[in-house]
């Protein structure tokens, strides 16, 4: 069972226990019928909604922190656009790498602000997977939570298996795109991966 289909049990789950205690406290509870009715009506409308927007977010590309290394599938530049108010966003698919460059085999779609450098570096990226060279990048080389180049280098110098439990940035646990003069990589060409040794005969 996926991540998504756990969240989506766990949600009914707790709606029908909810349900449930409603319906207890209605039969026991000296109240007017009027707003034992009201109750009813509420919580069966919020019951739609709910499995509305539910669904509204299957595929929606998240905000949370990229993975520790990944593999560039596809990207979608969308640049600012000033008469909407839109600040732009860049849309990365990846899939996760592990120790030894493998891919996690489930891909992701995951949303980072705009910005110049970050979108050129995107469109290069594009440019060599299209070229049949696979590109890659850590989210080390995104920054912090808030995009500083402090929280960049706090990451390079951090161990990795604390790195990669401390979910980012702990005040937000979201991060930005890094700042127009920071330095990094960002997406850089993937090694092959590293096969386990032989037994020697």
Known sequence: MSDLQTVILT???AYAVIGALLLVVLVYARLHWSFKAVAVVVTSAFYVVSFTEMRGLLGWASTDRLPATFK??????????SLEGDPGSIYLW???LDEDNRP???????????NDRLADKTHAAENEIAAGHPQGGRAADFGGGDGSLIDMVREYVTPKTIME????DSSTGEFNAPPAGAQGAVFTPIPPPRMPPKDEQ
């Open 11 to 13: 949600l009914s789950i």
């Open 94 to 96: 990846v899939e996760q």
């Open 104 to 114: 996690s085999g489930i891909p992701r779609a995951f949303r980072v602000p705009y």
């Open 72 to 81: 560039l599938l596809k990207a979608r530049i969308v640049e600012p656009h």
């Open 165 to 168: 439990t401390s979910g980012g």
